[in-house]
Nanobody, 124 residues
Framework: QVQLVESGGGLVQPGGSLSLSCAASGSIIAINAMGWYRQAPGAPREMVAFITSSNSTNYADSVKGRFTISRDNAKNTVYLQMSSLKPEDTAVYYC??????????????????WGKGTLVTVSS
């Protein structure tokens, strides 16, 4: 099986910066897109940023110019550098990989995976 494990969440003051990472582990053959969603209390989960294996990126309008997504394909890891943080960025941030190709019982499978989430709190 495959696991996505996020790290780097925490408490930061408005205007501050924080970096998240998400490492995928398991019998992985390839991962195309990887990205981040977030969910604030009482709100639906929303896409924050995505990056493909060829480093094409896509950002939510609310984070453009403030957040930067990157990845290390050799480590199956995706990063989210967040700067100029605002209180409205407070949320649980989830790592997502919609098409992970991996070995399972001698077969190649493709599955959609989520991490368990990491809390980011922006508050003074």
């Amino acid at each position: 099986q495959v696991q996505l494990v996020e790290s780097g969440g925490g408490l930061v003051q408005p205007g501050g910066s924080l970096s998240l990472s998400c490492a995928a582990s398991g019998s992985i053959i390839a991962i195309n897109a990887m990205g981040w969603y977030r969910q604030a209390p009482g709100a639906p989960r929303e896409m924050v940023a995505f990056i493909t294996s060829s480093n094409s990126t896509n950002y939510a309008d609310s984070v453009k110019g403030r957040f930067t997504i990157s990845r290390d394909n050799a480590k199956n890891t995706v990063y989210l550098q967040m700067s100029s943080l605002k209180p409205e960025d407070t949320a649980v941030y989830y790592c997502n990989a919609p098409d992970v190709k991996y070995w399972h019982g001698g077969e190649i499978r493709i599955m959609y995976y989520w991490g368990k989430g990491t809390l980011v709190t922006v508050s003074s």
